[in-house]
T-cell receptor, first 113, second 115 residues
Framework: DAGVTQSPTHLIKTRGQHVTLRCSPI?????VSWYQQVLGQGPQFIFQ???????GRGNFPDRFSARQFPNYSSELNVNALLLGDSALYLC????????????FGPGTRLTVT | AQSVTQPDIHITVSEGASLELRCNYS??????LFWYVQSPGQGLQLLLK??????LVQGIKGFEAEFKRSQSSFNLRKPSVHWSDAAEYFC?????????????FGKGTKLSVKP
């Protein structure tokens, strides 16, 4: 069975631009969480979605948004990119909301210049 | 506030030597605890988890961890390190307030293995 998949693998954007990152959870998993991992740090929680509804949000500005689709895949959107948004963005899936046993994808490396 | 501390930023051990990576947490209730491993440029792989019961938990790749409530610790151990264990290791605690389903991570410990 495929694990969590994310696309693209890498991308480079310019300050002020917008970016969309995509995630497909493990088959049968209905919950998706997004994390930001800045170089040299541990991942930080951004959002959790379950059944297309936001179930949790970390301490991130409104420039960050996400959504979940009927097939449980998810998108993370970041507007007005800043240099500080450069990071590895990780998606994790779990079988249900409230389940903290999460399985991570390989991540999307975002570089903002 | 809930937090996870990994006091060692970088550890170097010789191949075949034993390993212990430290993790301390601050949490208001019984925590759910995890260790993840991350190879360069990769995502996170779950090594082991503690939810309840036996305080010594076994994981993949020969790792184990011991939950000590009195010390608020969940240290990761391996009796004999292999060169392929070189990676970054993250301790995490789960369940945060009303936002169930998110993890709080430590800053990680980078493990180097000498031949």
């Amino acid at each position: 069975d495929a694990g969590v998949t994310q696309s693209p693998t890498h991308l480079i954007k310019t300050r002020g631009q917008h970016v969309t990152l995509r995630c497909s959870p493990i088959s049968g998993h209905k919950s998706v969480s997004w994390y930001q991992q800045v170089l040299g740090q541990g991942p930080q929680f951004i959002f959790q979605y379950y059944e297309k509804e936001e179930r949790g949000r970390g301490n991130f500005p409104d420039r960050f948004s996400a959504r979940q689709f009927p097939n449980y895949s998810s998108e993370l959107n970041v507007n007005a990119l800043l240099l500080g948004d450069s990071a590895l963005y990780l998606c994790a899936s779990s079988s249900r909301t409230g389940s903290i046993e999460q399985y991570f994808g390989p991540g999307t490396r975002l570089t903002v210049t | 506030a809930q937090s996870v501390t990994q006091p060692d930023i970088h550890i170097t051990v010789s191949e075949g030597a034993s390993l212990e990576l430290r993790c301390n947490y601050s949490y208001g209730a019984t925590p759910y605890l995890f260790w993840y491993v991350q190879s360069p440029g990769q995502g996170l792989q779950l090594l082991l988890k503690y939810f309840s019961g036996d305080t010594l938990v076994q994981g993949i790749k020969g790792f184990e961890a011991e939950f000590k409530r009195s010390q608020s610790s969940f240290n990761l151990r391996k009796p004999s390190v292999h060169w392929s264990d070189a990676a970054e290791y993250f301790c995490a605690v789960g369940g945060y307030g009303g936002s169930q389903g998110n993890l709080i991570f430590g800053k990680g410990t980078k493990l180097s293995v000498k031949p």
